[in-house]
C-alpha cells in the first residue's frame, strides 16, 4: 500500500506516518528530511530552507526516486510530496498512490505547535508532541532537542500561505479520484491516529470498492 500525507506544517504527518510505518512495515519517507539531509546539494542550488523556499519539482523528484531505488520497501508513506496537482501528475508515472490522507488544521493550531517543536539535531527526528518538556534527548538516537530556526511566526505564516495556494486544487484532484480522506487533526495525536486507523482499515478491507470507489470522509469540525 502507498499513502501520501497532504496536511500543512504543523499538522502531525510526521507522527501519523511514523505510526503507520511501524503498524504496517511500510516505509515513512519525509521530502523534507531528504532534502535537509542533502544540505550540500540544496547550496549548490542556492536554496534556504529556513527561509521557506521552494524547491524544484525535478531536484525533488530526483532525490525520491533515488530513494525509492535505494530502499525497497512493501510500501510507501509520503510526506511533503505532491504539493502540486503538477507534481501529483509526475509522481504518477512511477508511483501507484492507493490512498490520500489530509490532516486537516486550523492556522491557530499550526502556529501554536510550530512554536513549540523540537526536533533532533542528528537525525532530524521530531520529538512527540505528548512528550514531557523537560526530555531534552531524542527517543531515538539519543542526540540533542533543538528548535528549527524556521519555526518563527513570520516563517509559520508565510509557508501556511503557500501551502494553502496549493492545497485547495490538490485535495480537488484527489477528491475526483475517489483517493481523499480527511482527518480532524486538530484532535489530540493518538485520537487523530485512531481515525486514520480506521481509514486505513476500510482501505485495506476494500470497504472503498464495496461503496463505489468512495473514501471514508471525516469533514473537520
Excluded: W
Amino acid at each position: 500500500m502507498n499513502i501520501v500525507l497532504l496536511g500543512s506544517p504543523g499538522s502531525g504527518k510526521s507522527f501519523v506516518g511514523g505510526k503507520l510505518e511501524n503498524e504496517y512495515g511500510l516505509m515513512h519517507i519525509s521530502t523534507g528530511n531528504l532534502l535537509r539531509k542533502n544540505d550540500t546539494l540544496l547550496k549548490a542550488h542556492n536554496i534556504d530552507l529556513s527561509n521557506g523556499d521552494l524547491v524544484s519539482d525535478e531536484l525533488v523528484f530526483t532525490l525520491l526516486k533515488e530513494h525509492i531505488k535505494n530502499n525497497p520497501a512493501n510500501g510507501y508513506i509520503l510526506d511533503g510530496i505532491p504539493r502540486t496537482i503538477e507534481q501529483a501528475i509526475d509522481l504518477e508515472k512511477f508511483f501507484d498512490v492507493d490512498t490520500v490522507l489530509f490532516l486537516n488544521v486550523t492556522d491557530n493550531t499550526v502556529i501554536s505547535r510550530l512554536m513549540n517543536r523540537y526536533v533532533c539535531k542528528d537525525c532530524g527526528k521530531l520529538k512527540p508532541a505528548d512528550e514531557p518538556a523537560e526530555i531534552k534527548v531524542c527517543n531515538l538516537c539519543g542526540g540533542e532537542l533543538v528548535k528549527r530556526t524556521d519555526d518563527n511566526y513570520d516563517i509559520i505564516k508565510h509557508r501556511i500561505e503557500v501551502f494553502k495556494n496549493h492545497n485547495e486544487p490538490l485535495k480537488q484532484y484527489y477528491t475526483v479520484q475517489h483517493k481523499l480522506n480527511t482527518v480532524n487533526a486538530n484532535l489530540k495525536p493518538d485520537t487523530v491516529y485512531k481515525k486514520v486507523q480506521k481509514i486505513i482499515g476500510a482501505v485495506k478491507s476494500n470497504d472503498n470498492k464495496n461503496r463505489k470507489g468512495r473514501p471514508v470522509h471525516e469533514v473537520c469540525r
